[in-house]
Antibody
Framework: EVQLVESGGGLVQPGGSLRVSCAAS????????MNWVRQAPGKGLEWISY????????YYADSVKGRFTISRDNAKNSLYLQMNSLRDEDTAVYYC???????WGRGALVTVSS | DIQMTQSPSTLSTSVGDRVTITCRAS??????LAWYQQKPGKAPNLLIY???NLESGVPSRFSGSGSGTEFTLTISSLRPDDFATYYC?????????FGQGTKLEIK
């Protein structure tokens, strides 16, 4: 069974940093690209980043470019999102999603507030 | 960036109704379109990929059509479990973009 489990969410002050992780199981992680998608409270879905299977291709939404870094460790079946210079508007549930987004994790809530 | 516009934003419907949701892309995306269903507090669930392909395990009352810039998601006969929010998403080019969502409400 494919499973994606996010962790590392929490409360952080504006300007702070946080790293969210996604642990993958039930499929050959190293063969799939991965994405991060977020959803602010009461709002719609926003794609924020993509990484291909070998980490050779990475893309970001303009809203996070220069502040967020996506990475992966295929040996650990894990995906990461390092978030720096956090802003109030980054408050959201952060989901990891496999490939063409056929499987999603349950999400990790990140709250940016003083 | 490619803008995705869904209509309507909200739809009041009844069990058994036929429902159609429209999604328009600001430029040609061929068939690089997906539809998702999301229930409150849950992750989105993929329904349709490549505009018209039903994801495994999704009931056949869901169908998708269209190509280029205009797409539709149809639910042939609404069931109680279908009251949710639906999103379209293009994956023709980065940044991937979603429509603003269509919420199905009970009339």
């Amino acid at each position: 069974e494919v499973q994606l489990v996010e962790s590392g969410g929490g409360l952080v002050q504006p300007g702070g940093s946080l790293r969210v992780s996604c642990a993958a199981s039930g499929f050959i992680f190293s063969r799939y690209s991965m994405n991060w998608v977020r959803q602010a409270p009461g709002k719609g879905l926003e794609w924020i980043s993509y990484i291909n299977s070998s980490s050779g291709a990475i893309y970001y939404a303009d809203s996070v470019k220069g502040r967020f870094t996506i990475s992966r460790d295929n040996a650990k079946n894990s995906l990461y999102l390092q978030m720096n210079s956090l802003r109030d508007e980054d408050t959201a549930v952060y989901y990891c999603a496999r490939g063409l987004m056929d499987y999603w994790g349950r999400g990790a809530l990140v709250t940016v507030s003083s | 960036d490619i803008q995705m516009t869904q209509s309507p934003s909200t739809l009041s419907t009844s069990v058994g109704d036929r429902v159609t949701i429209t999604c328009r892309a600001s430029q040609n995306i061929d068939s690089w379109l997906a539809w998702y269903q999301q229930k409150p507090g849950k992750a989105p669930n993929l329904l349709i990929y490549m505009a018209s392909n039903l994801e495994s395990g999704v009931p056949s009352r869901f169908s998708g059509s269209g190509s280029g810039t205009e797409f539709t998601l149809t639910i042939s006969s609404l069931r109680p479990d279908d009251f949710a929010t639906y999103y379209c998403q293009q994956y023709n080019s980065y940044p991937y973009t979603f429509g603003q969502g269509t919420k199905l409400e009970i009339k």
